[in-house]
C-alpha cells in the first residue's frame, strides 16, 4: 500500500521506527510542479519524502513546515505537512527559473553549499517552536536527521532512498525515521541506519506487504518488531479563489485598468499546486477602488 505510515516499535521496544512508501505522493507533487530538471526533482522529492513521514509523528492540530535556504540564499524550497498527513511543497521562482547551464551541472552539495540552513517551525497554533540549523551534510536527509538530533535531543535517524529511471521518471521513493525511546542502547540508531543501507530492495518491496504480513518482512532485518498503528499521506494544497485574489493586488493599476478595457480575464497560478484561478470583469473592477 502506497502512501500510508507504518508506525512500529522495534528492538524490544527502545526504538521507535516509522516507515512510509511515498512514491505516488512524491510523483503527484513532481507532476503538478512541471519540473523536468533532475537536480530539482531530487531535491523537491528527497524533502517531501522526509517530511510526509515527519506527519506521522504529530497529534492533533500539530504541523510541521520546513524551509531550506541554500548558500544562494536566492534558492529555497518550502515543505509542510500536518498530523492529518497533508503534505505540500514547491521550489521558489528563483530556484525554478535558475539558468539551464547551472542547474543541469550543479551537484546537490555544489548547490547547498557551506552556508546552506534549515529553518523547521513545528506545534500547534497555541504552542510553536522555531528552530534553525545548519547543513553539514548537504544531502537534505541528514541535515534534516541532524536537526532531529539537535532540537529533540533525542537519537534520531532519517533515511531516505528515491530513484529516479533515465528517463527522468520515478521510480520508487520511501523513507524511515527512528528514535530512541528512554534508556534504550544508543548503539541501535546506528544498527536501524545500517539495516536501511543495506537492505534497499526489501524496503521498496515493502509496500506490498502492508496489511499483509509486515510485522513478518520487518522481522527480517529487525528483531522484536510491534505495528502499533497506520496512518496515511496526500498532497492537500489548501489554496482558494479568496487566497490568490489577494495576490492581484500586487499587479500594477495600469495593467488592471488594461484588462478592463480590453475585456479580458485575469488568470493567477497557484504556485504550489498548479491550479489555475479565473478572475473576471468585476472581480478585477473590485481591485481598483
Ligand atoms: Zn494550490
Known amino acids: 500500500m502506497e502512501n500510508t505510515i507504518v508506525k512500529t516499535l522495534i528492538f524490544d521496544k527502545h526504538v521507535r521506527l516509522l516507515f512510509v512508501d511515498n512514491t505516488k505522493l512524491i510523483n503527484e507533487i513532481l507532476s503538478l510542479n512541471k519540473i523536468t530538471n533532475k ?3 531530487l531535491i523537491l522529492g528527497k524533502t517531501l519524502s522526509v517530511v510526509s513521514l515527519i506527519s506521522g509523528t504529530l497529534k492533533g492540530d500539530q504541523r510541521i513546515s520546513l524551509q531550506m535556504i541554500m548558500s544562494d540564499p536566492k534558492y529555497k524550497v518550502f515543505a509542510d505537512a500536518d498530523a492529518q498527513g497533508n503534505v505540500r511543497g514547491y521550489l521558489n521562482g ?17 548547490l547547498i553549499g557551506h552556508k546552506g540552513t534549515i529553518r523547521v517551525i513545528k506545534g500547534s497554533a497555541m504552542n510553536q517552536f522555531t528552530g534553525i540549523t545548519d547543513m553539514p551534510y548537504r544531502n537534505i536527509v541528514d541535515d534534516i536527521s541532524h536537526y532531529f538530533n539537535q532540537s529533540d535531543q533525542t537519537q534520531t535517524y532519517i533515511g531516505a532512498n528515491i530513484g529516479f529511471g533515465n528517463d527522468g521518471r520515478l521510480l520508487f521513493s520511501n523513507a524511515v525515521f527512528a528514535q530512541l525511546l528512554p534508556g534504550a542502547p544508543l548503539g541501535l540508531i546506528d544498527e536501524v541506519k545500517h539495516v536501511f543501507n543495506t537492505n534497499q530492495e526489501l ?6 506487504f502492508i496489511g ?5 518482512k520487518l522481522s ?19 489554496c482558494s479563489k479568496e487566497m490568490l485574489y489577494g495576490m492581484l493586488h500586487s499587479l500594477n493599476k495600469n495593467d488592471l485598468e488594461q484588462a478592463i478595457s480590453n475585456k479580458e480575464l485575469i488568470e493567477t497560478v497557484c504556485q504550489i499546486c498548479g491550479r ?8 478585477i473592477q473590485g481591485l481598483l477602488k
Not at 94 to 110: C, G, M, Q, R, Y
Not at 203 to 208: M, T
Not at 276 to 283: N, P, V
Open 94 to 110: 528563483e530556484l525554478l527559473k535558475a539558468p539551464f547551464d547551472f542547474i543541469t551541472n550543479v551537484s546537490l552539495d555544489h
Open 203 to 208: 524496503f521498496i518491496n515493502l509496500r506490498n
Open 276 to 283: 489555475t484561478y479565473t478572475f473576471g470583469q468585476s472581480e
Open 220 to 238: 527480517e532485518v529487525f528483531t522484536d518488531v510491534n505495528v502499533i498503528g497506520y496512518s496515511s499521506v496526500q498532497f492537500f494544497c489548501g
Open 212 to 216: 499483509n504480513n509486515i510485522e513478518e
Open 39 to 41: 537536480i530539482l526533482k
